[in-house]
Structure formats: structure tokens, C-alpha cells
């Protein structure tokens, strides 16, 4: 288990950051906010037509109306920030209300001590002249909107591009990004998903460590794992086993998990408002089950709705 920062380290921390920017020691007490032990994050900024794909699934109508209650559901979940420290938006459910017309549906997040985040790329593109190579779109005005999002409470970002984990330190070294203040969400190092043989959960588990051990530098606080397609179980024990590893682990190893988290529960929910109680209990239990296995703790079995369902699409993108 990764030990926190002494609090000698955590002022000079501080120090180095009041220096850097007016938001950089806010970066970093946020960084190591969502790291913390036990917790993970929850990846609820699927697109709009990300999540109409899910709602088909339940025979729900994607409408702004079911959007905002789905959401409303995931965040009034009582008890979930003691597993759930940050939750990813999409851009409508950031600026959205609640069904009184009048709570803000971010509101609901830091009421329950969850911190805001936002999704701020716009997808990807193919890369014209490459073997299947993208660019991410979003950095036209992102600026802008990154102030108006922290306006509206959003508190960290998350940027998707499909790179090589060397590639993105070496970039974010030569533009002196702060380290201090990022987190990682990669996808763990895993069979290839028409593999006849695929890797047991321990072979992923040591195969992913050692790449990070090999890539990832010490100042980055956590490395939040996306589930890539996996049941929401194995998700979970997959996660579990890294954090068993006996081996020399800096970094909070965590989960930041969207379809993992959420199968179950949007099995369970449907789309009816009698069934939200039912849900909510779906939530909690994968929100518990990825706690305990950030922690290394996880004794596996925690039954679902869907929770031994593949969520894997071929050629997925969101």
C-alpha cells in the first residue's frame, strides 16, 4: 500500500506550488483528494450518444428528461463518497438540474463531498496518412471553457488521447506540466480481446505494474484504470489483484470506472422511478466491491444485476 506524503513533503509541496500558479496547489490538494485510499472515481460523462447506446439496452428513450434522471439517481445514492471521492460530467449533466427545477445536479455531487470533474475533449478523429492513428479534438477554445466549467464547480478535467504511456511524460516533461497536480487513467495490459487464451487476473495485474514501474514517474499521485470492455467482477478483481502485488507501487492504483460501475445498475433501474432504491443498491455494493479492491482487500463474489456481463464493444468509441 503506497504511504501518504509526510507532512514535511506535503508543505514543501505546497510551497512549490503557490509559486507555480493560482491554481496549482488546488490541482494538487485535488490530485491527491480523488487518490485517496479506498476510493476511485466514477466515469459518468458518457455522451449523449454513448448513453442513449445504454439506455437501448433497458428500452429507455435517450431524452434529456431520462438523461437528467439517470444522473440525478447515480449522484443522490446516499453513502456513495465513502467509496466515490471524484465523478466525470458531461457537459449537459454539469450545467443540468435536478427534478425540482431549481438543485444543481453538481450540487448534489459536493453536497456529498464527491468532487465535480468534467470531460473536456471532443472525441477523437482519424489521423489521415496513418496506420489507424487518432488526434483528439477539443483544443479549439478550451481555455474558455475550462474557465466557465470551474465557474459552474467543475474542479478537474479529464482529456482522452489514445498514446503511449512513455510518449505522453516525455511531452508533459518538456512542457513543464506539474505532475503534483495530473492522474492517469490508462487501460490495463490485457489479452487482445479475439486472444483464444486470455490472461488470468494476476497476469494482468503484474503485467500492468511492471509497465507503469517502467513509464510512470513517482510524482504522479494515482493512476485511475478505465474497465476497457470488462464485467464489472472482473473489473474489479483484476484491480484488486495489482493492489496485492508485493512490489513497489508509488502511485495510488485505483479505478475510474464508467460501465463497470454502472452495469448493474442500469439493469436494476430500467428507466422507473419505483425501481431507483434497487439501483442505488446496485451502485453501492460495485462502489464497495472497487474500494476494497483498491485497497487489496477484495474477497471477490459480489453479485449483480449484470456484474458478470462483458460490457466489451468491438471498436469502441465514446
Not at 512549490?16 to 488546488?26: D, H, I, P, R, V
Not at 466525470?88 to 438543485?103: H, M, P
Not at 494482468?204 to 476497457?228: D, E, K, W
Request: proline content about 3%; charged content about 20%; aromatic content about 6%.
Amino acid at each position: 500500500r503506497t504511504a501518504p506524503p509526510s507532512p514535511s513533503i506535503g508543505r514543501r509541496l505546497t510551497m512549490a506550488a503557490s509559486q507555480m500558479s493560482e491554481y496549482a496547489e488546488e490541482l494538487i490538494m485535488t490530485a491527491r483528494a480523488i487518490s485517496a485510499t479506498g476510493k476511485g472515481i466514477l466515469a459518468a460523462d458518457e455522451s449523449t450518444g454513448t448513453i442513449g447506446k445504454r439506455f437501448a439496452q433497458i428500452e429507455v428513450e435517450n431524452n434529456q428528461d431520462n438523461r437528467r434522471a439517470y444522473r440525478e439517481m447515480l449522484f443522490r445514492t446516499e453513502g456513495l463518497s465513502e467509496y466515490i471521492s471524484g465523478v466525470i460530467l458531461f457537459e449537459e449533466t454539469l450545467y443540468d438540474k435536478a427534478a425540482d427545477g431549481e438543485t444543481q445536479l453538481v450540487d448534489l455531487l459536493k453536497e456529498q463531498g464527491m468532487i465535480p470533474g468534467i470531460k473536456v475533449d471532443m472525441g477523437v478523429q482519424p489521423l489521415y496518412g496513418t496506420n489507424g492513428e487518432t488526434v483528439t479534438q477539443g483544443i479549439t477554445k478550451l481555455a474558455e471553457r475550462c474557465t466557465a466549467y470551474y465557474k459552474q464547480g467543475a474542479r478537474f478535467a479529464k482529456w482522452r488521447a489514445v498514446l503511449h504511456i512513455k510518449a505522453v511524460f516525455k511531452a508533459l516533461s518538456d512542457h513543464h506540466v506539474m505532475l503534483e497536480g495530473c492522474l492517469l487513467k490508462p487501460n490495463m495490459v490485457r489479452s487482445g480481446s479475439d486472444c483464444s487464451v486470455q490472461a488470468s487476473p494476476e497476469e494482468t495485474a503484474l503485467a500492468t505494474v511492471r509497465v507503469l514501474q517502467h513509464t510512470v514517474p513517482v510524482a504522479l499521485p494515482g493512476i485511475t484504470f478505465l474497465s476497457g470492455g470488462m464485467s464489472e467482477e472482473e473489473a474489479s478483481v483484476t484491480l484488486d489483484a495489482m493492489n496485492k502485488l508485493d512490489t513497489i507501487k508509488p502511485w495510488s492504483l485505483t479505478f475510474s470506472y464508467g460501465r463497470a460501475l454502472q452495469q448493474s445498475c442500469l439493469q436494476a433501474w430500467k428507466g422507473q422511478a419505483e425501481n431507483v432504491p434497487a439501483a442505488q443498491e446496485e451502485l453501492t455494493k460495485r462502489a464497495k466491491a472497487n474500494s476494497e479492491a483498491q485497497q487489496g482487500v477484495y474477497g471477490g463474489g459480489v453479485a449483480g444485476a449484470a456484474s458478470e456481463a462483458s460490457s466489451f464493444v468491438k471498436g469502441y468509441s465514446y
